[in-house]
């Protein structure tokens, strides 16, 4: 893939030089609270940028007019052609439909021109900002998991066990919903 570009954004892979930019969400506790991880220092911001750089599931999200890095997409491949979507955007940059436009551009590309068959996502129910972007994606919620997944221990070492939702979008709806033959 070279770069998707949407009416205000560019979608390219990360260069290790994005790591200030990449650090100033990833260090921000709001913005990960759902995320398994915890908040980036610098340093680790820099290990990550060069991580990413060479991971071709990750993608950054720039402004167009301005190059800014203001957040990132996931796809990662599974098996059966079903891919994982994720994303991560700066809270500055939320709320202004950034995310859905980076992400159905993503999904278009996906069905087009990698192989997907299925893309798949995973969010907390607590999450409000994450479900309503898959709904505003079209994504269909296949189920609620109950206590599937843990990221952190309590003190007593036992797991903080969490719920997720499960959405997902086939290619078949995909191509009904844009009108187009299935190949
Ligand atoms: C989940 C997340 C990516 C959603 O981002 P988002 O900016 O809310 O999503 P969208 O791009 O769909 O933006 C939609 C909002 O922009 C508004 N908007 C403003 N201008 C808009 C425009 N020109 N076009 C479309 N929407 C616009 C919409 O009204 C909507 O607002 P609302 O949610 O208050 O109704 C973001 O909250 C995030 O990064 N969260 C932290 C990380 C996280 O939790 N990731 C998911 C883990 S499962």
Redesign the pocket.
Known sequence: MGQIETERLIVRRFEQQDWQQLYEYLSDKE?????PYDVFTEEQAKDEAIRRSSDPSFYAVCLKDSSRLI?NLYLGKGDFDTWEL????NGM?????????SAKALMDYAFTHMGARRIV????PK?V??R??LE?LDMRLEGLLLQNVYFKTGSDGEPIWLDTCEYAMLKTEWCVRRGVTVS
């Open positions: 913005v990960i609270e759902f995320e957040g994720g994303y991560v955007f940059y939320q709320g202004q439909g950034y995310a859905a436009e996502a995973m969010c907390s999450n900002r994450s309503k972007l505003r």
